[in-house]
């Protein structure tokens, strides 16, 4: 066996759909309280970690499935990987020097956490390709400093959250749950999907949300997904249709089309359709790719960034 180059690690990181997102009343500090239950799927982020010899973080990216556009994403010091990589540098007291090649599979500002999933699989590579030793204790607090969606993204599995989200619990699903994505070809931004939530619920008494619901962590522990689309809500939902009124008929044809249940993902504008099980969801993408729409069927809950056995061929 031809040993691998020591000099390069690979990390996958899954992107989320949050199937319950209860949002509080915006705060002094600008941000909003959620409780939200997350779930990764198995739609993931690849990051490959390379020794490098120039100076500081350099960020390359790639679209392996030739379906999400990389405009718009940084490729300075200002892409959450390599924020994430300066964190663990600066934890582990050493310089940042590595190369950072990140194949997108997560829409971009799409409501996955795409960006998040980037750093979370960053923080793990370069852990890893320095030997820094952190544990994954550790890591979830750099975590936790570089973005509300990426402790989740580290952790993986079905969560609720709390605070701005980051305050995590693992939540315990009985059995795999089938859903079919349908990303759009545009973003939506995600302070604009709040101040516009705000703005829509202006004369509404708006409460903290103090607990994730739960009906929803009964539908997940009963793997009972005709029990979890009756219980799907996302209170982002209307301010991203506002938005992205393009996205009404959409959801309307996944339901004609056999969705148990459809939602805009967190913030928008990527749609989740909830099917019966991994025929029913594949037979629903089918049915929405003839109509013309992009869809992918996918699975939840899907581990957390974890190190992929060899070096990607592609990264260059
Ligand atoms: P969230 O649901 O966590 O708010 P999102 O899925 O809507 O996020 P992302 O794809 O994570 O959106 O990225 C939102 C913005 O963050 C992008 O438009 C881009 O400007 C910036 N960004 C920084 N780093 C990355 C990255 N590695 N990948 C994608 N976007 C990034």
Same mark, same amino acid.
């Given at each position: 066996?031809?040993?691998?180059?020591?000099?390069?690690? $690979?990390?996958?990181?899954?992107?989320?759909? @949050? +199937?319950?997102?209860?949002?509080?009343?915006? $705060?002094?500090?600008?941000y909003?309280?959620?409780?939200?239950?997350?779930?990764?799927?198995?739609?993931?982020?690849?990051?490959?970690?390379?020794?490098?010899d #120039?100076?500081?973080? $350099?960020?390359?990216?790639?679209? !392996?499935?030739?379906?999400?556009?990389?405009?718009?994403?940084?490729?300075?010091?200002?892409?959450?990987?390599?924020?994430?990589?300066?964190? +663990?540098?600066?934890?582990?007291?050493?310089? !940042?020097?590595?190369?950072?090649?990140?194949?997108?599979?997560?829409?971009?500002? #799409?409501?996955m #956490?795409?960006?998040?999933?980037?750093?979370?699989?960053?923080?793990?590579?370069? @852990?890893?390709?320095?030997?820094?030793?952190?544990?994954?204790?550790?890591?979830?607090?750099?975590?936790? =400093?570089?973005?509300?969606?990426?402790?989740?993204?580290?952790?993986?599995?079905?969560?609720?959250?709390?605070?701005?989200g980051?305050?995590?619990?693992? +939540?315990? *699903? *009985?059995?795999?749950?089938?859903?079919?994505?349908?990303?759009?070809?545009?973003?939506?931004?995600?302070?604009?999907?709040?101040?516009?939530?705000?703005?829509?619920?202006?004369?509404?008494?708006? *409460?903290?949300?103090?607990?994730?619901?739960?009906?929803?962590?009964?539908?997940?522990?009963?793997?009972?997904?005709?029990?979890?689309?009756?219980?799907?809500a996302?209170?982002?939902?209307?301010?991203?249709?506002?938005?992205?009124?393009?996205?009404?008929?959409?959801?309307?044809?996944?339901t004609?089309?056999?969705?148990?249940?459809?939602?805009?993902?967190?913030?928008?504008?990527?749609?989740?359709?909830l099917?019966?099980?991994?025929?029913?969801?594949?037979?629903?993408a089918?049915?929405?790719?003839?109509?013309?729409?992009?869809?992918?069927? +996918?699975?939840?809950?899907?581990? =957390?960034?974890?190190?992929?056995?060899?070096?990607?061929?592609?990264? !260059?």
């Open positions: 066996m031809t040993p691998a180059p020591s000099a390069s690690v $690979r990390v996958q990181a899954p992107g989320k759909i @949050n +199937v319950s997102l209860k949002v509080g009343p915006p $705060r002094p500090d600008g909003h309280s959620v409780a939200s239950i997350y779930l990764a799927v198995s739609l993931f982020e690849e990051v490959t970690a390379t020794e490098w #120039g100076d500081g973080v $350099r960020v390359s990216l790639s679209d !392996p499935d030739g379906r999400v556009p990389l405009e718009g994403i940084p490729q300075d010091a200002d892409n959450l990987a390599a924020r994430a990589a300066r964190a +663990v540098a600066k934890r582990a007291g050493r310089s !940042p020097r590595v190369h950072l090649h990140i194949a997108k599979r997560v829409p971009v500002a #799409g409501g #956490g795409g960006g998040s999933a980037d750093a979370a699989a960053a923080l793990v590579a370069c @852990n890893e390709l320095w030997n820094a030793g952190l544990s994954r204790r550790e890591l979830a607090e750099l975590a936790a =400093g570089l973005g509300a969606d990426v402790p989740f993204s580290l952790m993986g599995g079905v969560a609720a959250g709390l605070g701005v980051d305050r995590l619990t693992p +939540v315990a *699903a *009985a059995a795999p749950l089938h859903w079919v994505l349908v990303p759009a070809g545009y973003g939506l931004s995600t302070p604009k999907v709040y101040a516009e939530t705000d703005r829509l619920r202006a004369d509404t008494a708006v *409460a903290e949300p103090v607990q994730a619901d739960p009906d929803v962590l009964a539908a997940i522990a009963s793997g009972n997904p005709g029990e979890l689309a009756g219980v799907l996302n209170d982002l939902q209307p301010a991203a249709l506002e938005l992205a009124p393009q996205l009404e008929p959409v959801l309307a044809a996944g004609r089309l056999g969705a148990l249940a459809g939602m805009v993902s967190g913030s928008g504008p990527t749609l989740a359709f099917a019966s099980d991994e025929t029913g969801a594949a037979a629903l089918a049915a929405l790719r003839a109509e013309g729409h992009g869809a992918l069927a +996918v699975h939840g809950p899907a581990a =957390g960034a974890v190190v992929l056995p060899e070096a990607a061929p592609e990264s !260059p």
